[in-house]
Nanobody, 118 residues
Framework: QLQASGGGLVQAGGSLRLSCVAS????????VNWHRQAPGKQRELVAS???????NYADSVKGRFTVSRDNANKTTFLQMNSLKLEDTAVYFC??????????????WGQGTQLTVSS
């Protein structure tokens, strides 16, 4: 189970950090993803961080967003800087991994709202 937090209202140009904490008996988190869905638009992948360090960002957020993870605390973060109006969306964390019983999982957080104002 994933619990996302950190969303809110921020002015354009500002910063915010989202967090996503996983609960349960997690053995490994292979991939942590952050997605977002703006009103009337499809959900899009914003950032992806794989075990081993491979990171990918959507072109729209490159240079502004940074994804990171704290494996010991089963937490992933999305640091968002230089926010723009078009970043307004509901942000979802998504983790692929295995439990301590080696069961594969693909879990989603409940979403946290980011609103960027002018």
């Amino acid at each position: 189970q994933l619990q996302a937090s950190g969303g809110g209202l921020v002015q354009a140009g500002g910063s915010l950090r989202l967090s996503c904490v996983a609960s349960g008996s997690i053995f490994v988190m292979y991939v942590v993803n952050w997605h977002r869905q703006a009103p009337g638009k499809q959900r899009e992948l914003v950032a992806s961080l794989r075990t081993g360090g491979e990171i990918n960002y959507a072109d729209s957020v490159k240079g502004r967003f940074t994804v990171s993870r704290d494996n010991a605390n089963k937490t992933t973060f999305l640091q968002m800087n230089s926010l723009k109006l078009e970043d307004t969306a509901v942000y979802f964390c998504n983790i692929h991994g295995r439990t301590t019983s080696l069961r594969a999982f693909d879990s989603w957080g409940q979403g946290t709202q980011l609103t960027v104002s002018s």
